[in-house]
């Protein structure tokens, strides 16, 4: 089993949940990070730490979220791995309670 960084992210890009992971398994892309599910040792740290809880077991994905599952697997082979925190988006309280981001997603 996995954890899965869901839509919620999008545009928000808070960091916290990368500076408790002790596998490095978070991914850094334009607008988003990503959980590699080849890493992710199921250890539950980063899901509280997500402000926008944008963290989701695979086992508690929605429906809607499922998509998320593989594109998280497809995006961390493409993007660079994150390993510690950084400053949020400007305009990331903005986009805090956006949902349907999923259009906004920059691969």
Known sequence: MTFVVTESCIKCKYTECVEVCPVDCFHEGPN??????????????????????????EDDLTETQLEFLSLNEQLASKWPVITSMISAPEDAEKWKSVVNKRDYLEE
Do not use: Q
């Open 32 to 57: 988003m990070l990503v959980i590699d599910p080849e890493d992710c040792i199921d250890c539950a740290m980063c899901e509280p730490e997500c402000p926008v809880n944008a963290i989701v077991s």
